[in-house]
């Protein structure tokens, strides 16, 4: 076992190092580069912003640098008309208070641990009187460079007369430019469970690495005259190199560099006839990145990828004797089917655990979103080569036709009866369900029906352990401030009170309480006696 999925091991093995350190700080704690003291204190601060800002309904946010500190944030800067659009490079003088943000309930996206997997201490909201720029200084690294080149090729869709949702769509599935993709589309394409297609990876990579190999080989007709091993090392070579320029022109993002480097073990153990693509290329690609940042195995975006892959590898041959169809059409439908539900199986557990819901039509979504994406890209990638010619205004009219009834169908989708199941799951029961997939797997492979006694059991657990946390939540009560704001969540369900106004009254847990924290020493002294008096009890920030 160990000598024919050495990688497997090494990997277990490194996943466990890193979350020793991770919790229990040994040998190293990789979360000291977030501790800071000035966090929730109102400060002056340098910031160097590292990254092309993204927009925002109501200003800028920047993933910036904080030289005094040798630290990284998020600022958001509220601009007023009269302000300049900050750039990558400026240097900003900045007042702010910058805090990490909890989850608000047990349960919830704690958005201050995601910013430290992210090696950013916290994020400054900043009002437009608060900053200004004092210079500029080029940043030179090459995610930056990347970045630039990234937007480059965005306005190029711009040039060629692309406007509107279609090009925000365009620009994120081709480019990975997403910052003009409103939140409704988000949504939309969530609730479809066609989330994936948004962000530019290993979906997309393969789809440019199938278009590169075709063309190579002529479309497989010419395939044999790559057996000589000369012509099959410059080949794999030539296919690596342009991967790793894709990467470069998407951004360097995280979901594509782990895509590129699958691939390029892939290509490697192509070129030198060996198995290339099993458990143990999985599990080598997982190793370099985990060794270039051991924190992305706390990443969401890694799970996904490594989940979605390794259901695939493990599922997908053994669907494919299910049905063996002699057409081509249908085989290619049979193996469009066969990958949607296994990358699913792999990501159910990573999906509910995070999100809480899973789209109900998923195998109808991507019927009809992979295939349209292998389009998308392809003319994607022809208008950006010919942007300023004729031939690039009609591609574009086409991109623009194609992405617009894509959305609308994504929406069509949503709109479905049902089409999404919500259902909140607690890590054990993530391990009842991990624990019934490898027994599905185990009774698949090894074609003995004693493997769905556990497999039934792990469900079983799972169901009684699903109702006894219901119960529980529905019986829950939990209150919970941010900024001005007191959020009630009783059963699940969550009730506003702004605290706008001077106090507010609530009631939790059969007790009538009053919440005032804007208050001076003389009426907060009023009011507690008031409370008092009428069996009330008195809650202010502290």
């Not at 007042?95 to 608000?104: D, E, G």
């Not at 809480?356 to 998923?362: I, L, M």
């Not at 049902?418 to 490898?438: D, E, G, K, R, Y």
Request: proline share 4%; hydrophobic share 50%.
């Amino acid at each position: 076992m160990l000598r024919r999925y050495p990688f497997v091991f090494v990997f277990l093995i490194t996943a466990l190092l890193i979350c020793c350190a991770y919790y229990l700080h040994f040998p190293y704690n990789l979360r000291a580069d977030t501790e800071a003291d000035y966090l929730d204190s109102l400060r002056t601060f340098r910031a160097h912003v590292q990254e092309p800002p993204i927009r925002k309904p109501k200003g800028w946010l920047l993933s910036v640098s904080l030289p005094e500190y040798s630290q990284q944030a998020l600022l958001y800067l509220h601009i007023d008309t009269t302000q300049a659009t900050p750039a990558i490079g400026d240097i900003l003088l900045v007042r702010t208070r910058i805090t990490r943000p909890h989850a608000l309930f047990k349960g919830d996206f704690d958005y201050g641990n995601y910013l430290r997997l992210q090696h950013k201490v916290g994020i400054g909201y900043v009002q437009p009187q608060h900053w200004q720029v004092i210079g500029h200084s080029p940043v030179r690294t090459l995610r930056a460079s990347a970045a630039s080149v990234q937007q480059r090729l965005a306005q190029r869709y711009a040039d060629a007369e692309l406007h509107g949702q279609p090009l925000a769509f365009v620009s994120a599935i081709i480019v990975g430019e997403r910052d003009a993709l409103d939140s409704e589309l988000r949504r939309s394409f969530a609730a479809a469970g066609a989330a994936h297609i948004l962000a530019v990876s290993g979906l997309h990579t393969g789809i440019i690495y199938l278009v590169l190999v075709s063309l190579l080989t002529c479309f497989g007709y010419y395939r044999p005259l790559y057996e000589q091993r000369t012509r099959r090392v410059v080949l794999s070579l030539v296919i690596i190199l342009t991967m790793w320029v894709y990467a470069f022109v998407t951004g360097l993002s995280p979901s594509v560099m782990r895509a590129v480097i699958m691939l390029t073990i892939v290509q490697i153990g192509w070129m030198f006839r060996r198995q290339s693509i099993s458990i143990n290329t999985l599990a080598a690609a997982a190793c370099i990145c985990l060794w270039i940042e051991p924190l992305s195995l706390f990443n969401v975006s890694f799970q996904l990828s490594f989940a979605a892959v390794m259901g695939i590898l493990l599922f997908v041959p053994y669907m494919n004797t299910i049905w063996k169809p002699y057409n081509r059409s249908l085989r290619f439908l049979r193996d469009l089917m066969a990958v949607s539900v296994a990358a699913t199986i792999g990501t159910l557990p990573v999906t509910l655990y995070y999100f809480g819901q899973v789209s109900r039509y998923f195998l109808l979504t991507n019927l009809v979103i992979i295939p349209a994406a292998y389009i998308l890209v392809i003319i994607g990638a022809l208008t950006l080569l010919l942007a300023h010619t004729a031939v690039g205004t009609w591609l574009a009219i086409a991109l623009q036709y194609v992405s617009t009834w894509l959305c609308d169908f994504v929406r069509w989708i949503e709109h479905l009866p049902n089409a999404t199941l919500q259902l909140s799951v607690t890590p054990w029961m993530v391990v009842c369900l991990v624990a019934a997939v490898v027994f599905c797997y185990l009774r698949i492979r090894q074609q003995h029906l004693a493997w769905l006694a556990p497999a039934a059991a792990a469900v079983a657990l799972f169901c009684v352990l699903h109702i006894y946390d219901t119960r529980q939540n529905l019986s829950s009560h939990a209150l919970a401030i941010r900024g001005k704001t007191l959020y009630y969540n009783h059963g699940g369900e969550i009730t506003t009170h702004t605290t706008n106004s001077r106090y507010v009254f609530f009631r939790y847990a059969n007790r009538d309480y009053v919440y005032a924290p804007y208050l001076s020493d003389h009426t907060e002294r009023a009011l507690s006696e008031y409370c008092m008096a009428n069996n009330m009890s008195f809650w202010n920030n502290d």
